[in-house]
C-alpha cells in the first residue's frame, strides 16, 4: 500500500459510513495517517470528505495519548462544510481530554449549530438590489482606484453593480463641478460656527444612539447619511433626492433594528472613504483581500503626511455642512476613536464623549455587523467567521491604543466618558446629567423631543448573542486595560 493508504482508507471508511457514527468513536490510527490527512497534500481529500463524521466520531491517538481539536483539520481546511459545525461548538460533544463523545445526541447539538446559524442570517434585513451601495458616491477616479488597487477581483454576481457603478460615478465629477460652481466661493471662505463635537467609541457600543439623542437639540446640525453618501455635490442634489429618492433605502439597517433614511444622522468616514480619502471601510468593497488602512485607526502611528491628505478633506467637508446647515457640528465615527489626538490638535477647544459597552456584546455583534455590511455592499464575499473575529479583535487594539496615548492629555472638561448599558438604564436622566457637565443649557427644551423618542424605541429588540469560552477568552486578553477602566473586568 501507498504512503497514502491509511489516509484515503479511513476517508473512506468514514465517507460511506453516515448513519452509523457512534460505532466508530474508538478507531485508532497512525500518527503518520492523520498528519498526512490534515496537510496540504490531503487538500482534495477534504473537499470529499464528511468533516464533522471524521472530527467528531474518530480518536487519533500519538503515543496511547489523544490529539486534541484542530491537529488534523483546522477550519479553514474544512471549508464551507467545517462552517456546519464550527470549532467555538465542539466542546458540546468531544470532551477534549479523553477524546470521548460527551453525549449521544451530538447529531442534534450539530443540527440545533445549523438552526443557529440560518437564524442569525436570516435575522439580517433585507436590502434591495436597487437601494445605493458606499461606492456609488464615489468620482470616478476614485472608483477606478479602488478596483485597480483591488486587482478587479469581482465576484461575478456584482458585475452588473460595477456596471452601473461606471454609468452613475462620472455624474458625481459632473455634479461636483456645479457645486463648486455656485458654492466654491461660500465653501472656501465658510467659518465653523463652534468647535465640532465628536461622538466616539467602538463599533456597536451605542454611538449611533447616542448621535441621535444629541442630535434632536436644533441648535446643533449633524451630517445626514445622504450627505455622507454624496459629500462631492449634496448642496445642489440634496433636496431632490431626500424629496423624490426615499424610496431607494431601506426602513431599517441591515445588522440590527436602527433606522435607515437618507436625512438621519449618520457617520462621516463614510463621507471621507467617498471623498477618496484612504479609510478602513474601504475593505467592505472587498473583504476577501482582508483589511486595509487599519494604521489609520491609532493616530499616534500615523505620520504628519498621511494625515495632511484627511485632515483638508474632512476640513473641507466640516465648511461644506456649515454652508448647508449654518450650526454647530456634531460628529460621530467609531474610526474617530483612535483619532482623539490629531482632531484635538486640529480642535482643540472640542469636546469629546466617549461611551463604552461591554467588549462580549460588542466583539459578537460587530463580527455580525461585518457579516451584514459585506453581504449588502462587497463586491465580492465568502470571509470566514475566524477573519471576522480578527478583524474586530485587530482594530479595538488599534483604536484603542490611539486613544488611550491621548486620553489623559484631553483636558478632563472637553473629554467626557459613559457607558452604555447607563445610558439606555434611563436616557433622559443621563442625557439632562451630560447636559450639565458639557455646560449647556435648554434641557427642558429637549425633554418632550426625548420623551417622544423613547416612546417610538419602546419595543425595540436588541440582537442577542453569545460567546463560546475561547471566545470570551481572546476578548480578555485583548480588552483587559478597557474592561478594567470601564467597571467590565469580574
Known amino acids: 500500500m501507498s504512503r497514502k493508504g491509511p489516509s484515503i482508507l479511513m476517508g473512506l471508511f468514514c465517507f460511506y459510513q453516515p448513519h452509523h457514527h457512534l460505532m466508530y ?125 483591488n486587482r478587479f477581483a469581482v465576484a461575478l454576481i456584482r458585475i452588473p453593480m460595477v456596471f452601473l457603478l461606471f454609468l452613475i460615478t462620472p455624474w458625481n465629477d459632473i455634479l461636483y463641478f456645479l457645486q463648486n460652481v455656485r458654492y466654491g466661493r461660500r465653501i472656501k471662505e465658510a467659518q465653523l460656527k463652534a468647535p465640532p463635537l465628536f461622538v466616539v467609541g467602538h463599533w456597536r457600543s451605542g454611538t449611533t444612539l447616542l448621535h441621535e439623542l444629541l442630535s434632536l437639540d436644533e441648535r446643533w446640525a449633524s451630517p445626514t447619511t445622504y450627505q455622507c453618501f454624496a459629500p462631492w455635490h449634496f448642496l445642489v442634489t440634496e433636496w431632490g433626492m431626500t424629496h423624490f429618492g426615499n424610496f431607494l433605502m431601506p426602513d431599517k439597517r441591515p445588522m440590527d433594528n436602527m433606522k435607515a433614511g437618507w436625512q438621519l444622522p449618520q457617520e462621516d468616514e463614510f463621507a471621507m472613504m467617498n471623498l477618496g480619502c484612504d479609510s478602513p471601510y474601504l475593505r467592505m468593497a472587498f473583504p476577501k483581500r482582508g483589511p486595509v488602512f487599519q494604521e489609520l485607526l491609532d493616530s499616534s502611528a500615523v505620520s504628519d503626511e498621511q494625515w495632511r491628505p484627511f485632515a483638508n478633506k474632512f476640513t473641507w467637508f466640516l465648511k461644506t455642512l456649515t454652508v448647508r446647515h449654518e450650526k454647530p457640528l456634531i460628529l460621530k465615527s467609531p474610526t474617530h476613536t483612535g483619532r482623539i489626538g490629531r482632531f484635538h490638535e486640529m480642535f482643540p477647544e472640542s469636546v469629546f464623549i466617549h461611551i463604552a459597552r461591554d467588549p462580549r456584546k460588542l ?67 443621563h442625557l439632562e446629567q451630560l447636559y450639565e457637565r458639557l455646560g449647556w443649557s435648554g434641557f427642558e427644551a429637549m425633554r418632550p423631543k426625548l420623551e417622544s423618542r423613547m416612546q417610538q424605541d419602546r419595543d425595540y429588540q436588541v440582537n442577542r448573542h453569545s460567546l463560546s469560552t475561547e471566545q470570551e477568552a481572546k476578548v480578555r486578553s485583548v480588552c483587559e486595560k478597557y474592561m478594567k477602566l470601564y467597571g467590565y473586568w469580574e
Open 25 to 149: 468513536k474508538h478507531v485508532q490510527v497512525s500518527a503518520w495517517s492523520f498528519s498526512r490527512m490534515g496537510g496540504t497534500d490531503s487538500g482534495c481529500w477534504t473537499k470529499w470528505l464528511n468533516p464533522t463524521i471524521i472530527r467528531a466520531t474518530v480518536v487519533p491517538f500519538f503515543g496511547g495519548q489523544t490529539i486534541s481539536r484542530g491537529a488534523w483539520f483546522s477550519h479553514e481546511q474544512l471549508g464551507s462544510c467545517g462552517k456546519r459545525f464550527p470549532p467555538s461548538r465542539w466542546n458540546d460533544i468531544v470532551d477534549t481530554q479523553s477524546g470521548r463523545l460527551r453525549k449521544k445526541d451530538w447529531l442534534s447539538t450539530m443540527a440545533a449549530s445549523e438552526q443557529s446559524d440560518k437564524k442569525s442570517k436570516a435575522k439580517f434585513h433585507a436590502y434591495p438590489a436597487w437601494a445605493p451601495r458606499f461606492w456609488h458616491g464615489m468620482r470616478l477616479g476614485s472608483f477606478c482606484k479602488l478596483l485597480v488597487r
Open 363 to 429: 466583539f459578537p455583534s460587530t463580527v455580525r455587523l461585518w457579516d451584514s455590511l459585506d453581504t449588502v455592499q462587497g463586491l465580492q464575499f465568502h470571509v470566514t467567521e475566524q477573519e471576522y473575529e480578527a478583524l474586530v479583535l485587530d482594530s479595538f487594539e488599534r483604536m484603542y491604543h490611539g486613544y488611550f496615548a491621548y486620553r489623559d492629555s484631553i483636558p478632563a472638561s472637553q473629554l467626557i466618558e459613559i457607558r452604555y448599558e447607563d445610558l439606555i438604564a434611563d436616557p433622559i436622566r
